[in-house]
């Protein structure tokens, strides 16, 4: 084992046990096929209706300080790019800017199937960006599906907005 790997092993436990016993979803939020609701709204409704990408700011349920609240982003797959190569995780673009949600992520479930169990690794991109956000998504992912991501702390839409 190199040191480098050492490094990067101990940087990943530091942060997994920080966010151990933290809530990924917001308070309230209840998982069923084929949606994802956060108290009333359901989020392929919210999506309907604002276009992606978009956001949804709700308290987190914890009562840690600083830790109050969890965004929800809600984005299109607009291509799926299967790479060369066995075993090597598919690449997934969507509507999004990525670099602001690079370190806030905790999850990531498709809205058409929240509750899959079968899921594989896949690269999240932004088109023309340098940010890649690793997601367990199921193999059945297609363009057209939509995405939430759950976020740490709260995000503006002008933040993941493409420009």
């Known amino acids: 084992?190199?040191?480098?790997?050492?490094?990067?092993?101990?940087?990943?436990?530091?942060?997994?046990?920080?966010?151990?016993?933290?809530?990924?979803?917001?308070?309230?939020?209840?998982?069923?096929?084929?949606?994802?609701?956060?108290?009333?709204?359901?989020?392929?409704?919210?999506a309907a209706e604002r276009g992606t990408p978009c956001v949804l700011i709700a308290p987190s349920g914890t009562r840690v300080e600083g830790d109050e609240h969890r965004t929800i982003v809600i984005a299109t797959i607009r291509e799926c790019v299967p790479r060369a190569g066995r075993g090597l995780p598919t690449e997934l673009q969507i509507d999004c800017d990525l670099q602001a949600l690079e370190a806030r992520v905790l999850d990531s479930l498709l809205l058409k199937n929240p509750n899959a169990h079968h899921r594989r690794t896949c690269l999240l991109r932004s088109a023309?960006?340098?940010?890649?956000?690793r997601a367990r998504l199921p193999p059945s992912v297609r363009p057209g599906d939509l995405l939430?991501?759950?976020?740490?702390?709260?995000?503006?839409?002008?933040?993941?907005?493409?420009h």
Not at 128 to 133: P, R, S, W, Y
């Open 1 to 46: 084992m190199s040191i480098l790997h050492t490094l990067i092993s101990s940087r990943a436990m530091a942060l997994s046990a920080l966010y151990q016993d933290t809530p990924l979803w917001p308070e309230g939020t209840t998982f069923t096929d084929p949606d994802i609701w956060c108290g009333p709204q359901s989020l392929t409704a919210l």
């Open 128 to 133: 023309g960006a340098q940010a890649t956000l």
């Open 148 to 162: 939430a991501l759950t976020c740490t702390g709260t995000i503006a839409l002008a933040q993941i907005r493409l």
